[in-house]
């Protein structure tokens, strides 16, 4: 199962909006075949480990087991279901790392090979399993994107230098800060910070794709049912419900300490990543402060700078689309 994953990261841009799925089949005691879902309408992980398949070893199938990441799809969509496929190629067990939570699957893979004789097991590595398309998971389930909060701050605890704009990141933390862009669809900043200081919200240090830029604002603007300046949670809940009809499942925020302070008072946060330098200053704008449903799951020393990733808890249900 730790290898269907390692596989399955191999698609993490190509394969969005789908999942990252990796497949392995194993028999007579060593791998005969293995894939990934390479890219979104093409071949799903399930289909390219059979394709890798020698055609000597194909007589192994009937005694084999299929391990896969992610359910195996029942449904026809932009490829056939990989259910029905593994039922076709006849292996004797499948085992599966996770439920997949898209409405058209749900359980209906795994009951699909279970009539058609298949021994199922499911469960394995589950956590880490889904983990891994926390992404996908989270807009299907809470029909909004995963949301990861990010700030720097000084030693102690000011995001700025009496209000003006303050270097914090290293040349190498700074490269790390875009990489997490490119795994992110879209990133949000505060009506203020695009008007000081009109940030590029590019990844010009690392390689991959640019997120999709918003920016909240509180204007008067009409909007359906709504009048007047808008307060914090009509802006969030037009933005949750905006970001998922457009396909965002993963969302980066970068405002200043109100925009982020808004996402954690009203319960849209799914990790958060400070990165704390060694600089001291006098005054300026104190840092968010943390909820305290949170726990620390990573702290890195990086060029000098601390980088710690927390996680939300299960204490706190997280907030969907009201």
């Avoid at 890798?52 to 969509?77: N, Q």
């Avoid at 000011?158 to 669809?185: Q, V, W, Y």
């Avoid at 969302?251 to 600089?279: C, K």
């Amino acid at each position: 199962m730790r290898r269907c994953m390692q596989l399955a990261r191999c698609g993490e841009f190509f394969a969005k909006p789908n999942p990252m799925v990796g497949a392995v089949i194993v028999a007579d005691g060593r791998i005969i075949g293995e894939g990934y879902h390479v890219r979104c309408g093409e071949g799903h992980a399930e289909v390219n480990a059979f394709a890798s398949v020698k055609s000597e070893d194909e007589r192994l199938l009937h005694e084999a087991t299929i391990y896969v990441s992610l359910e195996p799809c029942s449904h026809w969509g932009k490829t056939p279901p990989c259910a029905d496929l593994i039922i076709e190629k006849g292996v004797k067990r499948a085992v599966v790392g996770c439920i997949d939570p898209f409405a058209e699957v749900q359980g209906r893979g795994i009951k699909k090979l279970r009539d058609a004789g298949i021994e199922v097991e499911v469960g394995i590595l589950e956590d880490e399993c889904q983990r891994l398309n926390k992404r996908f998971f989270t807009f299907h389930s809470l029909k909004r994107p995963f949301i990861t909060l990010k700030w720097a701050q000084t030693a102690n605890g000011f995001i700025d230098n009496d209000g003006k704009a303050l270097a914090i990141s290293t040349p190498t933390t700074l490269m790390l800060m875009h990489k997490m862009r490119a795994e992110n669809d879209a990133i949000v900043v505060g009506k203020t910070t695009e008007e000081r200081e009109h940030p590029q919200l590019t990844v010009r240090h690392w390689a991959g794709p640019s997120p999709v830029k918003m920016v909240l604002s509180h204007g008067t603007d009409p909007l359906p049912g709504i009048e007047g300046k808008l307060s914090d949670e009509q802006v969030l809940r037009v933005l949750m419900k905006a970001a998922h009809d457009s396909g965002v499942q993963s969302m980066m925020v970068e405002g200043g300490r109100h925009t982020l302070q808004s996402f954690i008072d009203n319960n849209l946060y799914d990790e958060i990543r400070v990165e704390q330098s060694q600089q001291l200053v006098a005054s300026g704008t104190k840092a968010p402060i943390l909820p305290t449903d949170i726990e620390e799951v990573e702290r890195k020393v990086i060029t000098g700078n601390t980088i710690t990733l927390y996680r939300r808890t299960a204490q706190k249900q997280p907030t969907a689309i009201p």
